[in-house]
């Protein structure tokens, strides 16, 4: 029993080699997938907060923020 135990063991891994070598390639396109959605969340996030709006909210933060008597 514990020769064929160890025997679908290691079909197992050696299944689980066979499989990780087969997806090597496709490392490089889900990197360049997360850039382009982490350059365009930064863009969105770029013009929210350059806005009218939220522009001239941050610059109220700020000033209250210095204007704060210590």
Excluded: H, N, P, W
Excluded at 4 to 14: D, I, K, S, T
Excluded at 36 to 44: D, G, I, K, R, S
Excluded at 50 to 65: F, H, M, R, W
Aim: glycine share 8%; net charge positive.
């Amino acid at each position: 029993m514990y020769q064929a135990v160890r025997a679908r063991l290691g079909a197992l891994v050696r299944g689980a080699v066979r499989m990780a070598r087969r997806d090597a390639g496709m490392v490089t396109s889900e990197y360049a997938m997360g850039i382009v959605a982490a350059v365009a969340f930064a863009v969105v996030l770029y013009k929210v907060v350059t806005s009218g709006a939220v522009s001239a909210e941050l610059q109220g933060i700020v000033k209250q923020a210095l204007d704060a008597r210590m």
